[in-house]
């Protein structure tokens, strides 16, 4: 049963046809959820969001769209980087990023740590991996690596409309060091007469407290946020999500992560860029109502999750939100 994360061993005859039954609705739920699919997600009183669909591998593009996102809220691209002895070449990361350009996409630059990159980068053990080498420390550690990402991206990037994402940003420095990184590999490439569109978005993907306290500073300088809530309310609340002994405390409606939240919508709202949220708190259809009154442009999750989220939103007012709120 994978809506409850259990499995039954050996169900009696009277477990066998309850099971029965709940499938049965299971499936006529989601027939009704399909009709969805290609209404936009707009509120009761005309207000509407846009609602993408987080990516691992490009063979999955064609499936989270057909449930009915506008879009790829995050394309997570560590898959190109694991299980492999060797690094992907430019070329390798440029036709699988070209591959799922018929929608808009915001590419997350590589996003591991010392606990789960390829062999081939250079890696000692910590500690605790969380808090270590990872993400966009890992990638200016690494600046070879990350230039040609980079250079993959903005190939891809005449294919389609492309968004460069730099994950696990703590501060103004690191935003600032990637940005100048990334307008090097602009220069190069014009030089080189490669073709690719000079107006890519480049956006902050607020995941760390201390980024979402100065949001309004980072906003100055980024074109859009995208809300890593896992990592957030993880760090906020200063847990460790695989833990099961205080996996009680990972609560996404603690006043504390909401005020993180508002004050990161609020900051994008004042400096004109969108704000996303792209964690797992996006796809879950009893925080939609919180989030819409929070004032969310875009919402990213699992492809499963866009028709429901969409029933939800498509339910209620703006102003309904807000109150809850």
Known sequence: DGTRGIVVLNPDPGTFLEYLERQRRYVTHDRELAKLRDMPARTVDGCEVRLLANLDVPDDAQSVLDHGATGIGLFRTEFLYMNRSTLPTEEDQFEAYRQVLARPVVFRTLDVGSDKIADAIEKRPEANPALGLRAIRLCLKNIGLFRTQLRAILRASAYGEARILFPMISGLDELRLAKCILDEVRREMIEEAIPFKEDTKVGAMIEIPSAAVIADLIAREADFFSVGTNDLIQYA?????????????????????????????????????????????????????????????????????????????????????????
């Open 237 to 325: 609340m200063a847990i460790d999500r695989q833990n099961e002994n205080v996996a009680y405390l990972y609560e996404p409606l603690h006043p504390a992560v909401l005020r993180l939240v508002r004050h990161i919508v609020e900051s994008g709202r004042a400096a004109g860029i969108p704000v996303s949220m792209c964690g797992e708190m996006a796809g879950d259809p009893l925080f939609s109502v919180i989030l819409l009154g929070l004032g969310f442009d875009e919402l990213s999750m699992i492809g499963l999750s866009v028709p429901r989220v969409k029933k939800i939103i498509r339910s209620v007012t703006m102003d309904e939100a807000r109150i809850l709120v």
